[in-house]
């Protein structure tokens, strides 16, 4: 079965600092890639999905995520970070087997501060 | 996007009573729902996968004689907690995802707090 980590469980940043959030997985064939942001007191929602193709993966809100294959990551990003930013991100990989069952990561925390 | 309801958001009950929590898919077809539990700050724990009409599948340690899931039609499916006692206070997410392999994306619900006395 694949395992997902992220490393960085909780993150404080001021407004306008960059962001990067580390995720890797453990599993050798194809993968379905995910981020779900997590707003307080809000559903999950998508921020942005890898399926195939260019690795450089753009979602919502200026955040993007690399799929570098030999490293097993998923890295989201963001560039300048927001007071609004503020929410648990939580990363998810479903193995393209089987009936496609999903796996997360234990999720990351992230402050940010005005 | 879709969007996914749950109903009831929030339930307070006594042990040793049952509690039944829907999710609903309002504006697709969900052939598969996936039922979760979150701890707090902690990640989502997948319970089971149900598929409409047929059986649910269980995750390894999830009991399935307490966690009832129902999926009788494309849109709904529902967890039923049975005899429920105080450590099965949690919050409950499901979601429904549109079939793979064109789409494999998961539409959340809101979540039930599930709070037993």
């Known amino acids: 079965a694949q395992s997902v980590s992220q490393h960085n469980h909780h993150v404080i940043l001021s407004e306008a600092a960059s962001l990067e959030l580390g995720c890797n997985y453990s599993y050798g064939g194809t993968v379905n890639l995910f981020w779900y942001v997590q707003y307080p007191g809000q559903h999950l929602q998508l921020l942005l999905k890898y399926f195939s193709g260019d690795p450089l993966v753009k979602g919502i809100k200026g955040f993007e995520a690399e799929f570098i294959k030999s490293k097993f990551s998923f890295n989201l990003r963001k560039p300048s970070v927001q007071w609004s930013d503020t929410a648990e991100y939580f990363c998810?990989?479903?193995?393209?087997?089987?009936?496609?069952?999903?796996?997360f990561g234990r999720g990351t925390s992230l402050i940010v501060h005005p | 996007g879709a969007v996914v309801s749950q109903h009831p958001s929030r339930v307070i009950c006594k042990s040793g009573t049952s509690v039944k929590i829907e999710c609903r898919s309002l504006d697709f077809q969900a052939t598969t729902m996936f039922w979760y539990r979150q701890f707090p700050k902690q990640s989502l724990m997948l319970m089971a996968t149900?598929?409409?009409?047929?059986?649910?599948?269980?995750e390894q340690g999830v009991e399935k004689d307490k966690f009832l899931i129902n999926h009788a039609s494309l849109t709904l499916s529902t967890l039923t907690v049975t005899s429920a006692h105080p450590e099965d206070s949690s919050f409950y997410i499901c979601?429904?995802?549109?079939?793979?392999?064109?789409?494999?994306?998961?539409?959340f619900g809101p979540g039930t707090r599930l709070t037993v006395l």
């Open positions: 149900s598929n409409e009409g047929s059986k649910a599948t269980y």
């Open positions: 979601s429904a995802r549109q079939p793979p392999p064109s789409t494999d994306t998961q539409y």
């Open positions: 998810a990989v479903t193995a393209v087997i089987g009936s496609y069952i999903p796996t």
